[in-house]
């Protein structure tokens, strides 16, 4: 006769709090807030007159920088795992942007940034205008990997 084995899943603020921050930035990163300086994503503002961009706490010229996009930030994605229709059309994905401690992903069909670390388990959610933005991208992906 088998064991009956339970399992408690923890939800700590840190972890809730990680998956914040990702969610946020994405969230940033839709609105336009960050710009590429060497292959990094820095977050930028515009001064009172509209004419520069605060990277780092100094004023730069905005044309000086390419804008750092979701394309940027999910490059260097560990795992994709796609959700297709029987038609093979795309319907979401979910993407690993971290592994081991903790493993993190981003996935559009239950629209929430999920982490898992051994039993502790945390997630945000996403804002639905991320979720399209994302989704609009790996749908791309999709579309040239099934060329």
Known sequence: MGKTITRTIVMTEENYEHCKCIADELESLVNGDFVNVDGEAVEVREDEDGDYIMVDGERVDADDYDSYTLYDWFNDCLDIDYTVDSALDYRGVRVCVAWGGPSIYIDTM???????????????????????????????YYELRRC
Do not use: R
């Open 110 to 140: 239950q629209k929430k940034v999920l982490l898992y670390w051994w039993t502790d388990y945390a997630e945000y959610d996403l804002a639905s205008e991320v979720v399209e933005e994302i989704d609009a991208v790996f749908a791309e």
